[in-house]
């Protein structure tokens, strides 16, 4: 090996003697960090097509770091194509920007991940979109114009955990040529598969996933995927996601690749506790209602049933406090959790909480929900009973 002081010193430092080989087997596959990629030769340069999903010509449209998560995704999700956004937010944003133009309707359900109701509100006051809500357990408050182009569906809900009655809101899109789009970070893919979820083996055309949240398992890492199986729509989105430059890092990716081998079984132990937590909710005399998917008494609980064959459920599980708990005492409940840290997101391996006043979420009237306020546990990876501890702790302070 020559030595570094045998050529210029800036020049040998850059164009070092090992170069890492191509290939070689290791248990995580090899990180690629890219914002340039060299091209072999001027031929290489001019027959590179950097509309082809997969091929290589600038950090922004991707690395063999990034296509390797994006293909995974797409399969735990059933589906065929998959783009992957910094944020979830931002995947959601993806699909609004590529799919609506002036004069479309969008329609959302009341119980919508907030941030994408802000995004849409935006571009209807913008652009001249029309946002109609509808209630995601009523198939019936959902009566699209002959403008409407896009469906947004969230199972379940953010916050109130309702499950939608899937089957029957995209039978009802189909039959209009509505495309339909699945926030699917509860479900994670683990859940039901969004592209084959009935007997019919109905599908959603778009399934959006906060990686966020159980793919990464950390809650360090931010990042989204934009999953389709029809390559037209996946080409729109495509062409979408690389001129606004949304791309993501490969280190992250690469975290997000290694967490993606225990997701399931991380998925499965949060539920488990979710559902331990749910049984003791229930007992107690301070909620009006404890809300989670497989209650029997919470509203969707049918659409799970009938959706969710697998009988799995993710780890949120919110309650109502009965409306002698004003914000003062249930701001004390919350400061006095000592494992559950207050903070947004699920997923990773602390147990997290988060209030609500539901009064300023909704445009619709709820039927199916008690006045009071809202606070929504995700549970994290410790010992359910230490759970159920600290929220007794907790309650006792309101005493
Ligand atoms: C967290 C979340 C998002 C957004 O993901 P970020 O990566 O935090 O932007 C979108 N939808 C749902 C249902 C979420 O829980």
New binding site residues.
Partial sequence: MSHILNKKFQTALIHAPRKAPQYISSVQPPLFRASTIIFENTDALFNRHWTDPYDYSYGTHGTPTTFTLADQIAQIEGGEYCLLAP????A?NLVNSALLAQGDEVWVPDNV?GPNMEHLRNLEKRYGILVRVYNPIDVTSFTPSEHAKLLWL?ATG?VTLEFPDLVGLVQKAQAQQILTVL?N??GAGLAFNPFDFSDEHLAVDISVH?L??YPSGGGDI???SVVTRDLQLHHKLFHMHAIQGIAVSGDDTAQIQRSLAHMSIRYDQQAQSALKLLAWLKQQPQFSQVLHPCDPESAGHEYWKQVCTTGKSAGLVSVIFKPEYDLKAVRKFCDHLNLFKLGF??GGPISLVMLYELNHMRSLKNTHLQQGLLVRFCIGLEDAEDLVQDIQNALKQLE
């Avoid at 944020?87 to 931002?90: C, I, K, R, V």
Wanted: glycine share 10%; proline share 0%.
């Fill in positions: 944020s979830g937010l931002s959601i991940y969230e953010s926030d970070t509860w906060a966020t949240k931010l990042m989204g997101s699920w």
